[in-house]
């Protein structure tokens, strides 16, 4: 699989310096520049330190099933700004050489907030996802407008039950209880910015569930 991050530091020459540095014990498999330029750093076939404590599908070693790609950009801490089209034209070409060489399904081209709802937020809501799976990298649906009551914390019953289940089905760790918990709404919080994010708020609402419903039948 494929996991995109953003480096969350001032400048990318820190970015670069820190992933370089042996005492920092992170590193990824590449780092796209702003202005399109890629760095190397890791062989593809060895693990590299850049998911940490994470899920998707049922696996639980992101680290040992990845290629992780660090993307500049300052994050939320340090002033969050749109990507550059030199740089994500990077990434999508960056993108293309790689599934040239391994076998990686559209589902399996994920966010590092998608495998790690809890800890991070990256790459984050302005990240142009839509546009890598335009360009053949990824999922991305538009379903039809879906009335109905949306779903918050706090809320209990089938239907919150069979929203887990898809949820989980997608491949977040959101094991159906059938009660909408804390936990739920950051794994929604987590949807939302990689397949809705002009809506980060935790809640399920109609739109929201019905993106999931399309991505279940685009992943088959």
Not at 76 to 85: I, K, M, N, S, T
Not at 110 to 131: C, M, N, Q
């Amino acid at each position: 699989m494929v996991v995109l991050h953003y480096t969350g530091m001032a400048t990318g020459v820190e970015a670069l310096d820190r992933l370089r540095d042996p005492q920092a014990k992170v590193s990824s498999h590449y780092l796209v520049e702003e202005d399109g330029r890629v760095f190397r750093l890791v062989p593809e076939e060895r693990r590299a330190w850049h998911a940490g404590l994470s899920f998707w599908k049922g696996e639980t070693d992101i680290n040992g099933r990845s290629i992780g790609i660090e993307i500049v950009n300052p994050g939320h801490e340090f002033g969050y700004r749109p990507f550059p089209d030199a740089q994500i034209a990077a990434v999508i070409e960056l993108l293309g050489e790689i599934r040239g060489r391994w076998d990686i399904e559209d589902g399996r081209i994920v966010g590092h907030s998608d495998v790690a709802p809890a800890r991070k937020d990256d790459p984050g809501e302005l990240f142009p996802w839509k546009r890598l799976a335009q360009a053949g990298h990824g999922l991305w649906v538009e379903p039809d407008a879906a009335p109905g009551a949306p779903l918050a914390e706090g809320e209990e019953g089938a239907g919150v039950f069979a929203f887990q289940a898809g949820l989980t089905r997608l491949g977040y760790d959101c094991a159906p209880s059938g009660k909408y918990d804390a936990h739920t709404a950051t794994i929604v919080r987590a949807f939302q910015r990689h397949w809705r994010p002009e809506k980060v708020d935790g809640i399920a609402d109609g739109m929201t569930r019905a993106r999931l419903i399309a991505l279940l039948r685009a992943a088959v």
